[in-house]
């Protein structure tokens, strides 16, 4: 097993579609996080789960909704989304703690398609 | 404006050849920077860590430098392969809060290696 699992790793949906991204972390990891990617920019920080607590939000439309029902899984839920919402979407783990250097590790990302 | 800077944008070598990628940073306060390796379509992977405290650090033929005085960076990567075609991206770690340290993200510089 991967340390950090992305499902899928490609998904074309429209406009009216709900769908959801699936990412599961075996690292035993107490923190979790969706990065967006598009191209030819930084990683843009969408949400983060610290101890199954979202503790960032980094204004990101409601049109996504993160869920993370336990420390080794997270979900995006995908509703109305736009043309410009496809992008690379990267979820990753980290052990977050005073004594930690919090390194960061990602999983292979689902490519997301908006007709 | 915390803000990381990376150059060149995008980089041509040949098979064999040695080349130096920069990042210049004004993140404060500083906790530590990361340099990440990522091929096209896949997630990134960690290639090091520096806290202030350390100038240099390898990993394999890849080796950092850090700068906290001038806060710039660089990773140099030796012998050049094939393989080492991807996007490289500098990640400064700022301040801890919300029980995560925030990161900020360079652009990254492409480089492509060609025999």
């Known amino acids: 097993e991967t340390g950090v699992t992305q499902t899928p790793r490609h998904l074309v949906m429209g406009m009216t579609n709900k769908k959801s991204l699936k990412c599961e972390q075996h690292?035993?990891?107490?923190?979790m996080y969706w990065y967006k990617q598009s191209a030819k920019k930084p990683l843009e920080l969408m949400f983060v789960y610290s101890l199954e607590e979202r503790v960032e939000n980094n204004s990101v439309p409601s049109r996504f909704s993160p869920e993370c029902p336990n420390s080794s899984h997270l979900f995006l839920h995908l509703h109305t989304l736009q043309p410009e919402d496809s992008a690379l979407y990267l979820c990753?783990?980290?052990?977050?703690?005073?004594?930690?250097?919090?390194?960061?590790?990602f999983g292979e990302g689902s490519r997301l398609t908006v007709l | 404006k915390n803000q990381v800077e990376q150059s060149p944008q995008s980089l041509i070598i040949l098979e064999g050849k040695n080349c130096t990628l920069q990042c210049n940073y004004t993140v404060s306060p500083f906790s530590n920077l990361r340099w990440y390796k990522q091929d096209t379509g896949r997630g990134p992977v960690s290639l090091t860590i520096m806290t202030f405290s350390e100038n240099t650090k390898s990993n394999g033929r890849y080796t950092a430098t850090l700068d906290a005085d001038t806060k710039q960076s660089s990773l140099h990567i030796t012998a050049s392969q094939l393989s080492d075609s991807a996007s490289y991206i500098c990640?400064?770690?700022?301040?801890?809060?919300?029980?995560?340290?925030?990161?900020?993200f360079g652009a990254g510089t492409r480089l492509a290696v060609h025999p």
């Open positions: 990753a783990s980290s052990q977050e703690g005073y004594s930690n250097t919090g390194e960061l590790f």
């Open positions: 690292l035993g990891h107490n923190a």
């Open positions: 990640v400064v770690s700022g301040r801890r809060s919300g029980g995560y340290n925030k990161l900020i």
